[in-house]
């Protein structure tokens, strides 16, 4: 998290610092309303399509960034971000836009007068650009109903997945008619300063990435065919256990790691965390739990012999750090990485000392059995909580049990909420943040 926190920011105060490097009228006080709404309109602009363009970097999934910010689900979390922003500035860019406007119909204020535009015979590059701002403004604003349209859709978690999964990808047309709309208003004279080649790249970029979502090219080169090969049920937890045999290559994985797995075409790509080591054999298992509207169908929707797509694998939730000493949390069905690293671990032990914590709320006697296995097979000590008979799991509890936990890194995958409320409390009692890995398993 503080990696993408760190982005975030210090990318919304490089493209402010560059705006006002660029644009030195801000500092002689505009003197009038109208000279200060060409301004913010600028500025809001250079915000809006920059923050834009970033988001639509990350939605082609590169995973050249993964390292930086954190694996694909932190990245997913930044897309979030910039996408909210987006919409904010936005929003203050078209009320700037349109309420002058509407002041000005209602009386409230006076528009200069405003004197003949000279033709640039000399300059027809910005010729051509003035000769296209009443078409560059129309077009804009109509995207911008679009774009406004299909985030707040985005954020409603009402909206299924199957629909979002379509929706969302007109957002690339949106943006490329966004792209359009900045490059013909964007102040001239930003071109030939330091600006203007930052937001020259970035929209070049976010149109590549626009094109590779509308052609269906986001990945292609990460994703595989497979059939699935097994399923197994276990029905009071809810859960359905699938085996996927690559026909394909597949690259391999590391314990930890997602996939996106197409089950049903219809219904789109959905992420899951894997549950077996890779062993060379492009065998692949996925543990899932009925939690929206189409996992609740999967028992009665899958079966043998049905064609998969996989794309992946994503994600650095994978138990690497440089401490002997290891403490896991798998709440409910965050168990299932620390379910893969087991496994790996049984056939190629990494020497570390770990507890692993498994705090749910069913207690299943087959898939506790399944786990304690495992468990013993990987040198790993194993604490299961049933919170019927034993209570909740907290800080304190947690370091009651393992009394040299300051030397651990601690690797947490179940609800945000108890992994937050977990940290908060470790962090208090001493434990460095960055001991603290939390997989934000949440892609909408």
Known sequence: ??????????????????????????????????????????????????????????????????????????????????????????????????????????????????????????????????????????????????????????????????????????????????VWHSVVLLKFDYWSGVLGPVMGVLMAAGTVAALMVLFRRVAVGRQVVGEVAGIRRHESLNVIEVDIQCKGRWAGHESGQFAFVTLHADEGPHPYTISSAWTGDGRITFIIKALGDYTRTLSESVHIGDVVKLEGPYGQFTFQGAPSRQIWVGAGIGITP?????????????????????????????????????????????????????????????????????????????????GQSLKKDLVAMGLPEGRFHQELFQMR
């Not at 671990?345 to 990494?350: F, G, N, S």
């Open 338 to 418: 620390f379910i893969a690293r087991m496994k790996a671990l049984a056939a190629a032990p990494d020497g570390k000392t770990i507890d692993l914590f498994h705090p749910t709320a069913v207690y299943d006697e087959h898939a506790i059995g399944l786990m304690t296995r495992d468990a013993e097979a990987a040198g790993v000590r194993l604490h299961v909580l049933w919170s019927q008979r034993d209570g909740q799991l907290n800080a304190a509890r947690l370091t009651g049990q393992v009394p040299d936990w300051r030397d651990a890194d601690i690797w947490f995958c179940g609800p945000a909420p108890f």
């Open 1 to 178: 998290m503080r990696n993408i926190k760190r982005f975030f920011w210090t990318f919304l105060c490089l493209l402010t610092g560059l705006w006002v490097v660029a644009d030195l009228m801000v500092w002689s006080s505009p003197a009038n309303f109208f000279a200060w709404r060409s301004v913010l309109m600028q500025y809001s602009g250079v915000l809006g399509i920059g923050v834009m363009s970033v988001a639509m970097v990350l939605a082609v999934r590169p995973v050249v960034f993964e390292p930086y910010l954190g694996g694909l689900d932190k990245m997913y979390r930044l897309h979030k971000w910039l996408g909210i922003s987006g919409l904010v500035i936005s929003v203050a860019h078209w009320l700037l836009a349109q309420g002058t406007k509407w002041m000005v119909g209602w009386g409230w204020l006076q528009r200069p007068a405003r004197g003949a535009q000279p033709e640039l015979l000399d300059a027809p590059i910005q010729q051509f650009f003035l000769s296209q701002r009443g078409l560059a403004e129309g077009i804009g604003e109509w995207a911008f109903y679009a774009a406004v349209l299909l985030m707040v859709l985005a954020l409603v978690k009402r909206f299924p997945y199957r629909h979002f999964f379509k929706t969302h990808r007109l957002l690339a047309v949106a943006y490329l008619a966004l």
